[in-house]
């Protein structure tokens, strides 16, 4: 996922900013030494965070609601407040006003997602993005 992430961020011309310099994850040896350096790029940017325990879980399956805050996060170049309840509320909120997703809370914004949903949201940001 990072490096479809990274990807999408220097398609779409993004600047290469770093926001973020605490990016050494106490489990990225784990990842497959292509994706690592994609996974510290997208970290540096402010994308991916990691876990409090210092670890990126590579092989972790990722929500609905943790791809809508990447998302967003690209969207507006920073992070939002994450301290509400639950933690993604307002990249939820503002990915639903965008129209990036549908998904309501009822059907599952916590169940994992899969790439046909992952690339209808990419592609969903972009037309936000270039219609910016």
Do not use: W
């Amino acid at each position: 996922m990072a490096k479809i992430i990274d990807r999408f961020y220097t398609v779409m011309a993004y600047p290469l900013e770093q926001k973020n310099s605490a990016c050494s994850f106490n489990d990225l040896k784990q990842a497959d030494t292509t994706l690592q350096g994609h996974i510290v790029q997208t970290c540096k940017l402010g994308i991916f965070k990691g876990y409090a325990d210092g670890s990126f879980r590579p092989f972790k399956n990722i929500t609905h609601a943790e791809m809508l805050a990447v998302m967003m996060r690209i969207y507006n170049q920073k992070t939002l407040s994450e301290n509400g309840s639950p933690r993604r509320q307002a990249y939820y909120d503002q990915a639903r006003t965008l129209g990036i997703t549908q998904i309501t809370k009822a059907d599952g914004v916590e169940a994992n997602i899969n790439r046909k949903e992952t690339a209808l949201y990419l592609r969903r940001l972009k037309s936000v993005i270039e219609s910016k």
